[in-house]
């Protein structure tokens, strides 16, 4: 369903004067506002009357991460903190957060976008929704919650964890949507199996699922042994939170940008280049319609490419494809450069694999060791040791043949990797520390 029908199918002409309008109208605001900002500018020779097109953006330098921590924790907000009526933050992997914050149109606006998203993803005033992304300082529960409630749906706030209590509840109050991280919806597909409830007894129609990256595979995967149609949803905190895009149900194929409020661009990160459509690079996402923590050509590490095609489902808002991986987590192993995904379409290729691996890099002697560990099913740990031992070595030729790097494979059984609630954690690198 589209919620809204003026701003998601509008040609996009009207859209980009939109757009442009909105554009400069953040541009001032953060001019005036944010003395980071300013000092860019004016380290660049560039005010605001200088951006008169779209294509005018070009000439902003980008935002990074490091700019936001340099900042830490309110230094970037754009009006005053009496203003301000929430605050998420989202952790790193090393040091501080990433604090963001939200005026109360903000937060009435997040509402609104996370409303089409779950009505794009398949959600109406009808539904009942299961939401066990985590409340709190991350986006994902809160940012759920406003938008379900929004959309007039019935929300249950049961968060990430006490995993067979939300089993119980699935089978009483019979939700219809589930809305999870991928990893900790395949988890609760298998504590549903271990307490004897079958997905095909429950009413779920729709998963919205995302936070965390994940393959067509594992999309199979989860529909299959869920019963639902599964939907790709993204976003991050230092955009919005959950809803900057989604996938359409009926398309399913690449995820539809709020372009309303968020100006995409692909660049190559190595160059900072604006690259064409359809080809991948970094996303970089400029804000236009928010008020507290607006961000200005902000990188996300995150890689992807952009689709300018229509779709069937009648928006005219670009796609953005499946995030692959991130800048940031680009492994370099003996000099060769693996991403994590990579290496997950390689595993994923073979039968009889779970959606459960995990990639354990060390350094021995000097020399950088990859191995990765993958549960297989039953079937397979009570065949011959020599079947399994022959496994490994075949993986292991596949991801020297596919991507160049050595790696020692470890075929485990099925749920020896530790589940999370939230997102899964996919790499161990023992070198850092
Ligand atoms: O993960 C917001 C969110 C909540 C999105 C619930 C979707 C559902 P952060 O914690 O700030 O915010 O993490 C943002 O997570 O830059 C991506 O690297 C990754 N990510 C988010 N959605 C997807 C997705 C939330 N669908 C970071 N596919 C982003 C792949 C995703 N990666």
């Given amino acids: 369903m589209i919620l809204d029908i003026g701003f998601e199918t509008m040609p996009r002409e009207d859209l980009e004067a939109i757009i442009l309008r909105r ?49 830490y924790p309110f230094g970037m907000f754009a009006v005053p903190m009496e203003n301000v009526v929430r605050i998420h933050a989202s952790s790193g992997t090393t040091g501080k957060p990433t604090v963001v914050g939200y005026t109360a149109r903000d937060i009435n606006t997040w509402a609104e976008l996370m409303a089409r ?13 299961h939401n066990a992304y985590g409340y709190g300082l991350f ?36 939700p219809t949507i589930l809305t999870a991280t991928p990893s900790y919806a395949l988890h609760l597909s298998e504590v549903a199996e271990e307490v004897g409830v079958s997905f095909e007894d429950l009413k779920f129609k729709f998963g919205i699922f995302g936070a965390e990256p994940w393959s067509e595979k594992m999309r199979e995967e989860i529909e299959r042994k869920l019963n639902l149609t599964a ?63 607006p961000v200005i050509r902000y990188r996300t590490r995150d890689i992807t490419s952009l689709n300018p095609e229509p779709c069937i489902c009648g928006r005219t808002h670009i796609r953005m494809n499946r995030v692959t991986g991130r800048t940031d987590d680009m492994l370099i192993i003996r000099g060769v450069n693996v991403f994590p995904s990579q290496i997950e379409s ?12 995990q990639l354990i890099v060390d350094r021995k002697d000097n020399l950088d060791t990859l191995t990765v560990l993958l549960e297989v099913g039953e079937r397979l740990f009570s065949d011959e040791v020599r079947h399994l031992q022959d496994r490994e070595r075949k993986i292991s030729k596949n991801i020297k043949d596919y991507l160049g790097v050595s790696a020692k494979v470890k075929l485990v059984e099925p749920k020896v990797i530790a589940r999370s609630q939230g997102k899964a954690v996919r790499v161990i690198d023992n070198r850092k520390i």
Avoid: W
């Fill in 23 to 71: 554009l400069k109208a953040t541009i001032d605001r953060v001019y005036a506002n944010v003395p980071f900002y300013r000092k860019r500018f004016e380290e660049n020779h560039i005010t605001p009357n200088d951006i008169q097109s779209l294509d005018d953006l070009k000439r902003i330098p980008f935002t990074t991460k490091e700019d936001l921590r340099d900042n």
């Fill in 117 to 129: 998203a779950l009505a794009a993803g398949g959600a109406t005033r009808g539904d009942i929704i």
């Fill in 139 to 174: 986006t994902g529960g809160l940012g759920i919650h406003y938008g379900a409630e929004k959309l007039g749906a019935s929300v249950i706030p049961v968060s990430g964890g006490n995993t067979k209590r939300q089993v119980v509840i699935m089978t009483d109050f019979g």
């Fill in 231 to 293: 939907v790709d949803i993204y976003g991050l905190s230092e955009v919005m939170g959950p809803g900057v895009a989604i996938e359409c149900h009926e398309g399913q194929k690449g995820l539809h940008i709020f372009e309303d409020h968020f100006i995409p661009e692909i660049i190559d990160p190595g160059t900072g280049e604006v690259l064409p459509y359809g080809e991948t690079g970094e996303l970089v996402f400029t804000t236009i319609a928010k008020e507290a923590f």
């Fill in 346 to 357: 390689v595993l994923m290729e073979m039968d009889e694999v779970e959606p459960y691996y």
